[in-house]
């Protein structure tokens, strides 16, 4: 008996917020193997912000995502079959299969990972792509001195968490902005973060000039908007600014800075970056990363929706800022 492949599709580029019907599941047979390829049983999706830019059909560092295709998307699971020598039955392999049950692969692009001592959704949160987005940003851009003041924003989610965990690691002190009690609470608490703001509370750059009251030396930006402009405002002369995301503005809304010359007056250097761009970082980057989670030293949580049919609205609740930690999709 054939196996079925579920799918999502992109169905339709969004005008404005996400909706789910800018998505199809689709019910795909599964062909047999070719000689040296790998068929894989997703076990978890990650959904990240990212994913959001790439719907548009429009200009930026990576080719859109193409329209009545499966979602991009990165994944976690085991080999269930392989005609590939490199890979057997039971592995378990990090991927970018997508938003579907099973991925087919001649091997390109997938990893083997050890789950013994680290969890299988680890390797999509804090020992896979936002664990090393946080370690470039902090470490390459930001690169803090011990005493600095880091500032983090959406500081509980699955980038964030780590850039404060490995701040504070660093000697400095992490200042979070989040959004609600309970995510601060989880900041501080939790993370160990010195500081969080909550952004829907009171004053918000009274509020992070009461938490950094010998300025900003470095901030890390997955925000945008009125969070950055607050930071840039408290930021001291030779700051850096790490610049990973602007999810303020995912849905097509302008960000315009309100006073854009304090990165001339306090000599910022303000930089984007792209992790894909950075592959000969990864393997330093995972095997400090996969150490600390393996003992235990990096703490971190995840929001987990159950099957691929939950995909669309827990993606659309991530950008929304429902989730807390990192989001993922259990498949199996």
Request: glycine share 12%.
């Amino acid at each position: 008996m054939t196996q079925i492949n579920r799918q999502f599709l992109l169905a339709s580029r969004p005008q404005g917020e996400v909706k789910p019907d800018n998505f199809r599941l689709v019910e795909t047979p599964l062909a047999p193997l070719a000689d040296g390829e790998v068929r894989v049983r997703n076990h978890f999706l990650s959904l990240d912000p990212y994913m959001r830019g790439r719907m548009n059909d429009s200009k930026s560092y990576a080719a859109p995502q193409p329209l009545d295709e499966v979602m991009i998307g990165g994944t976690v699971g085991e080999v269930v079959e392989s005609k590939n020598p490199k890979f057997a039955a039971g592995d378990k392999v990090v991927a970018m299969f997508g938003w579907q049950e099973y991925g087919t692969s001649n091997g390109a692009g997938m990893q083997k990972v050890d789950d013994t001592h680290v969890p299988l959704s680890a390797y999509l949160g804090p020992v896979g792509m936002p664990g090393v987005t946080a370690w470039y940003g902090l470490n390459r851009i930001i690169a803090p001195k011990a005493g600095e003041t880091v500032v983090v924003s959406a500081a509980s989610g699955a980038v964030g968490s780590v850039v404060g965990q490995l701040a504070k690691a660093a000697g400095g002190r992490a200042v979070g902005i989040a959004g609600g009690a309970d995510k601060c609470r989880y900041v501080v608490e939790t993370l160990g973060f010195d500081a969080c703001v909550d952004y829907k509370a009171g004053n918000l750059y009274k509020d992070l000039k009461a938490a950094t009251p010998d300025g900003v030396d470095g901030c890390f930006e997955n925000v945008g908007g009125e969070v950055l402009d607050v930071t840039l405002a408290r930021m001291n002369a030779f700051g850096r600014i790490a610049l990973c995301g602007f999810i303020a503005g995912y849905d097509g809304q302008p960000l315009p800075l309100k006073h854009p010359s304090l990165m001339l007056t306090q000599r910022l250097l303000v930089q984007g970056f792209i992790v894909s761009e950075h592959m000969d970082v990864w393997p330093e980057a995972l095997k400090q990363l996969g150490t600390l989670v393996a003992q235990k030293k990096l703490q971190y949580r995840e929001t987990i929706a159950q099957g691929l049919e939950s995909a669309p609205e827990a993606f659309i609740g991530l950008l929304k800022g429902r989730n807390f930690g990192k989001q993922l999709v259990k498949l199996i």
